[in-house]
């Protein structure tokens, strides 16, 4: 049985909030280090938060919310975040590809492509 909670990230100018996803309690709150910029994206991956924010990437401890580490990317833009190889992307592969199947008639019916 995992123990781990469900986790819900949001962000408001360079406060993350983690949340319980059932119960909406905060688990742990913190403010981004460095001024400026709004966050773009979280990325969650294993025990590790990814935070794209004003060309940045931020990385946190999923779970308690400590600051690990930041990469400066360029001067200013928009940070969008992907790993290669996850377990979400193959999933999503998989949905495209039933999907497909049941629009060209070779898969099961598009009820069942939806379900997952």
């Known amino acids: 049985m995992n123990d781990t909670p469900e986790l819900l990230y949001a ?3 360079r406060t993350i909030v983690a949340m319980d996803r059932v119960s909406g309690r905060c688990i742990w709150s913190v403010k981004l ?3 400026g910029g709004h966050i773009s994206m979280f990325l969650p991956h294993d025990s590790r938060l990814y935070i794209g924010r004003r060309s940045s990437v931020y990385c946190l401890d999923r ?5 690990l580490w930041r990469q400066k990317l360029g ?3 928009l940070v969008l975040l992907s790993i290669s190889g996850t377990d979400q992307q193959q999933i ?3 949905h495209a590809a039933r999907a497909s199947a049941a629009h060209s008639g070779d898969g099961a019916s598009g009820s ?3 379900a997952g």
Request: hydrophobic fraction near 45%; avoid cysteine.
């Open 11 to 13: 962000g408001v100018g």
């Open 33 to 35: 280090p460095f001024l």
């Open 63 to 67: 779970l308690t919310g400590r600051f």
């Open 75 to 77: 001067r200013s833009g």
């Open 92 to 94: 999503a592969s998989a």
């Open 112 to 114: 069942s492509a939806a």
